[in-house]
T-cell receptor, first 115, second 108 residues
Framework: DAGVIQSPRHEVTEMGQEVTLRCKPI?????LFWYRQTMMRGLELLIY????????DSGMPEDRFSAKMPNASFSTLKIQPSEPRDSAVYFC?????????????FGNGTRLTVT | TQLLEQSPQFLSIQEGENLTVYCNSS?????LQWYRQEPGEGPVLLVT?????EVKKLKRLTFQFGDARKDSSLHITAAQPGDTGLYLC????????FGAGTTVTVRA
């Protein structure tokens, strides 16, 4: 199993530019999560999907952030326009179900730097 | 405010020593998970505890879930440099919430 695959691994962009982060979950997993990790705030849940449907997007910071899951094997997180305070490591994770004992399987993250 | 408070924030010890990290909350959790994260990688699940008072062992790691299911601890015996990493606890009520983590450094 290839695990959760995220791309790109690193992204450096200028303030105001659009950024798109990509995620391929583990085949057969029906829940997908986007997290953001910073030194100040730790791991924050941004949004999660169950069976490709967004269930909880209360963690999305503001309208500049949007996420889609067009099918069971692909999701994107878009920031438009990007700002320096968006600099962080963004993780995608998938699991079998969104409740109970299902462990999260994380990708290796995308390190985003906005200058 | 973190739902789960982890302590200490940083811990640096010599190889062969023991260590304990803590995860505390005022909320009751139906289950609690511990993850370890190494630099440049995502967190990886170590264990899930479900029952109050439960103790689970994973080689040199011992995990305990408090009787009231509000707290948990992770004890590492005879730590090795390979134990270095960020240890995160995560729990539910509702959606999974993560603590801020304890950064453990084991010096050779």
């Amino acid at each position: 199993d290839a695990g959760v695959i995220q791309s790109p691994r690193h992204e450096v962009t200028e303030m105001g530019q659009e950024v798109t982060l990509r995620c391929k979950p583990i085949s057969g997993h029906n829940s997908l999560f986007w997290y953001r990790q910073t030194m100040m705030r730790g791991l924050e849940l941004l949004i999660y999907f169950n069976n490709n449907v967004p269930i909880d997007d209360s963690g999305m910071p503001e309208d500049r952030f949007s996420a889609k899951m067009p099918n069971a094997s692909f999701s994107t997180l878009k920031i438009q326009p990007s700002e320096p305070r968006d600099s962080a490591v963004y993780f995608c994770a998938s699991s079998l179900g969104d409740r109970g004992l299902s462990p999260l399987h994380f990708g290796n993250g995308t390190r985003l730097t906005v200058t | 405010t973190q739902l789960l408070e982890q302590s200490p924030q940083f811990l640096s010890i010599q190889e062969g020593e023991n260590l304990t990290v803590y995860c505390n909350s005022s909320s009751v959790f139906s289950s609690l998970q511990w993850y370890r994260q190494e630099p440049g990688e995502g967190p990886v699940l170590l264990v899930t505890v479900v029952t109050g008072g439960e103790v689970k062992k994973l080689k040199r790691l011992t995990f305990q879930f408090g009787d009231a299911r509000k707290d948990s601890s992770l004890h590492i015996t005879a730590a090795q440099p390979g134990d270095t990493g960020l240890y995160l606890c995560a729990g539910r009520p509702g959606k999974l919430s993560f603590g801020a983590g304890t950064t453990v450094t084991v010096r050779a």
